[in-house]
């Protein structure tokens, strides 16, 4: 079984900054895309940003420039360093990745449990 977990969520004030991780763990041969989602109360999940294996990235407009999405496949980690926080960021924020455990499988799309990140005006 595959697993993802993140971590370093938190309540800081605006124009602070955070960084979240997502460690996948269990039976993996490949990860391909990650991406990181949030939802904030009374609102749909939206993508934040991801990242593909060979690291090419994509943000949402709202973020640009201000969050950065990285990965080290060497941990089967995902990083997302969030700078000058907004109230409006505040969301929980989930980790998702496209996983293959074998050569000749198929990609499964594994989500985290997610991580609230607070933002103070």
């Known amino acids: 079984q595959v697993q993802l977990v993140e971590s370093g969520g938190g309540l800081v004030q605006a124009g602070g900054s955070l960084r979240l991780s997502c460690a996948a763990s269990?039976?993996?041969?490949?990860?391909?895309?990650m991406e990181w989602y949030r939802q904030a109360p009374g609102k749909q999940r939206e993508s934040v940003a991801d990242i593909t294996n060979g690291g090419i990235t994509n943000y949402a407009d709202s973020v640009k420039g201000r969050f950065t999405i990285s990965r080290d496949n060497a941990k089967n980690t995902m990083y997302l360093q969030m700078n000058n926080l907004k109230p409006e960021d505040t969301a929980v924020y989930y980790c998702?990745?496209?996983?293959?455990?074998?050569?000749?499988?198929?990609?499964?799309?594994?989500w985290g449990q997610g991580t609230q990140v607070t933002v103070s005006s």
């Open positions: 269990g039976k993996i041969f490949r990860i391909d895309k």
């Open positions: 998702a990745a496209e996983i293959r455990s074998g050569l000749t499988s198929l990609s499964i799309y594994y």
